[in-house]
């Protein structure tokens, strides 16, 4: 198994990207994938998920209304679009890969304990 996040960078404040995850190894239309990010000298913080079946997606409250996580399973790729990019918005981002097969939902999101593979993650710096 492997997720390869890509798409970080440098933008503005009130800038958009869109990062992609690469799944290898799994199938995603049996596994949830989420989002995750984790700033300097803060935890770990779940920011997106999709459910398996692909009908269900799941935003945390910080970046609801800003972000959008979506998904084409004839390219086993995850993309989290973000728009309105805020200084806070500052992190490395980590796609991730759920533990339960074809379970409904993503199981134990936002918890980073229900998740069982990570990509090494990419970098989205928000400047002022």
């Known amino acids: 198994v492997q997720l390869q996040a890509s798409g970080g960078g440098l933008v503005q404040s009130g800038g958009s990207l869109r990062l992609s995850c690469a799944a290898s190894g799994f199938n995603v239309n049996y596994y949830a994938v989420g989002w995750f990010r984790q700033a300097p000298g803060k935890e770990r913080e779940g920011i997106s998920c999709?459910?398996?079946?692909?009908?269900?997606?799941y935003v945390a409250e910080s970046v609801k209304g800003r972000f959008t996580i979506s998904r084409d399973s004839a390219k086993d790729t995850i993309y989290l679009q973000m728009d309105n990019l805020k200084l806070e918005d500052t992190a490395v981002y980590f796609c991730?890969?759920?533990?339960?097969?074809?379970?409904?939902?993503?199981?134990?999101?936002?918890?980073?304990?229900?998740?069982?593979?990570w990509g090494k993650g990419t970098l989205v710096t928000v400047s002022s």
């Open positions: 991730t890969k759920s533990r339960y097969y074809r379970v409904v939902g993503c199981p134990r999101w936002p918890g980073s304990d229900g998740m069982d593979y």
């Open positions: 999709i459910s398996s079946n692909g009908r269900n997606t």
